[in-house]
């Protein structure tokens, strides 16, 4: 990992000191590197991440209702939910799973991040390593 390299990339987006989770994949890709690398970088370089793109995290002041935008109501076809019923072991479901299943039934990430979470999923590992230590 090239951290010059990344860290160049993190200095062209506005925030110094935070940087939403889309960004951060796109610069992953941009530099042909997988979004864990990016995400680790991030954390070495002190920038925080938001916006989660699942709704966990990074939408308000932490602590408060509006920092995450899981558990809102979500009508999810029951093929969705078999297909993350299916994806999960011990309780979990990982972040790139949930990507997929989004993919695959045209739905927005956080739909399915509110679905996963309605059945009482533990969504780890982040695909950027939050909260995965």
């Known amino acids: 990992m090239d951290i010059k ?10 925030e ?10 796109f610069i ?3 530099l042909d590197i997988t979004p864990l690398e990016a995400g680790d970088a991030a ?11 699942l709704g966990l995290f990074g939408y308000g002041r932490k602590g408060q209702s509006g920092y995450k935008i899981l558990g809102r ?4 076809p029951q093929e969705v939910l078999d297909l993350i019923k ?4 011990d309780g979990r479901i990982s972040c790139l799973d949930l990507w997929e299943i989004a ?11 509110n679905a996963a979470d ?8 982040c695909q950027l390593g939050a909260f995965n230590k």
């Open 5 to 14: 390299k990344i860290k160049g990339m993190f200095e062209i987006y506005g």
């Open 16 to 25: 110094k000191d935070k940087m939403p989770c889309p960004v951060i994949h």
């Open 28 to 30: 992953a890709s941009s």
């Open 43 to 53: 954390t070495e370089l002190g920038v925080r991440i938001y916006m989660c793109q």
């Open 73 to 76: 109501k979500v009508e999810v």
């Open 86 to 89: 299916a994806k999960a072991v």
């Open 103 to 113: 993919d695959q039934a045209d739905m927005i990430r956080a739909e399915v991040g």
């Open 118 to 125: 309605s059945l009482g999923l533990k969504i780890t590992p």
